[in-house]
C-alpha cells in the first residue's frame, strides 16, 4: 500500500512560481507511473502532467500548462515534484499526486486509472 503526501501549495500572486512535492511511502516510485491532477472550484478534474513507469525521462503535459509546468521525479527520495512558473489565476486549484501501476499511454491522462492518491495541496493565484 502506498501514501502521498502532496506539500508547497499557498497563496501567489499571478506570475509568481511555486514548486509543489510529493513524497511517497510504503512502496518504491521507481515501480509506478506518476502524474499530477488538480481540481478547481466547480470543475472536474484534469490530467497536468505524467511519467509513465518504463518511459524514462519522457513527461506529457497538458496543453494548458505545457512550457510553464515542469514535472520530475526523484525515485532516491521516493518523491516527485511539479515546478511550476508564470502562474496564472486558471492555476488555481487542489493539486494531487496519483500513481499507479498499471498505465498505459492512452490512459495516463485518466484519472481512474490511477491506484493511489494524496489528500491534495491548495494553490491560489490571486493579486
Known amino acids: 500500500q502506498m501514501q502521498l503526501v502532496e506539500s508547497g501549495g499557498g497563496l501567489v500572486a499571478p506570475g509568481a512560481s511555486l514548486t509543489l512535492s510529493c513524497k511517497a511511502s510504503g512502496s518504491n516510485l521507481n515501480t509506478y507511473s506518476v502524474a499530477w491532477f488538480r481540481q478547481g472550484p466547480g470543475k472536474e478534474r484534469e490530467f497536468v502532467a505524467a511519467n509513465k513507469r518504463s518511459g524514462g525521462s519522457t513527461i506529457h503535459y497538458a496543453d494548458v500548462v505545457k512550457g510553464r509546468f515542469t514535472m520530475s521525479r526523484d525515485n532516491a527520495k521516493n518523491t516527485i515534484y511539479l515546478q511550476m512558473n508564470g502562474l496564472k489565476a486558471e492555476d488555481t486549484a487542489v493539486y494531487y499526486c496519483?500513481?499507479?501501476?498499471?498505465?498505459?499511454?492512452?490512459?495516463?491522462?485518466?484519472?481512474?486509472?490511477?491506484?493511489?492518491w494524496g489528500p491534495g495541496t491548495q494553490v491560489t493565484v490571486s493579486s
Open positions: 496519483a500513481t499507479g501501476a498499471r498505465l498505459i499511454s492512452s490512459t495516463l491522462r485518466l484519472p481512474s486509472y490511477y491506484d493511489y
